[in-house]
């Protein structure tokens, strides 16, 4: 017999009636960390915010909180909870457990590496060094001849 407290129903994909939900437990169900242990690890980091405030990962999540996720090399994600999660489900479910308030990414720069050398050519000469510096716009124009 599954151990539930009365008067909250749990469903057989995790989601409960009310009550509160752990943190990391969380951001894992619905798919904003890959793994419990590194929603946990966000959490102790500090990369979790609760209602503008960092939490530790057993802090209890509610309906209408609204969450601050930052993982590295990934822009900042900004939800707000419709719905709690115990358990992971489908990404269509999940998607459902939340408002996303994320800001857009920053557009992505499309520049031409400059100065990228073959491999194995060798150190580069005086005059390669001074090319990589004016084409990299190091030194600005460089030496005129006047």
Not at 3 to 14: E, I, K, L, R, W
Not at 76 to 81: A, D, P, Q, T
Not at 135 to 140: A, C, E, H, P
């Amino acid at each position: 017999m599954a151990s539930q407290t009365p008067g909250t129903p749990q469903a057989p994909d995790g989601t409960g009636g009310g009550g509160s939900v752990r943190v990391d437990s969380w951001i894992w169900a619905v798919r904003l960390v890959k793994t419990r242990s590194a929603g946990a690890a966000a959490c102790k980091g500090g990369h979790v915010k609760v209602n503008g405030t960092s939490v530790k990962p057993a802090h209890a999540l509610r309906i209408g909180d609204e969450v601050r996720v930052r993982r590295p090399g990934e822009h900042e994600r900004l939800v707000k909870v419709t719905r709690l999660i115990r358990k992971r489900v489908g990404a269509p479910v999940a998607a459902e457990a939340y408002v996303d308030n994320s800001p857009p990414p920053p557009p992505r720069e499309v520049i031409t590496p400059v100065g990228i050398r073959d491999r194995g050519t060798g150190r580069p000469t005086k005059r390669d060094r001074r090319e990589l510096e004016r084409l990299r716009g190091i030194f600005g124009q460089g030496p005129t001849d006047d």
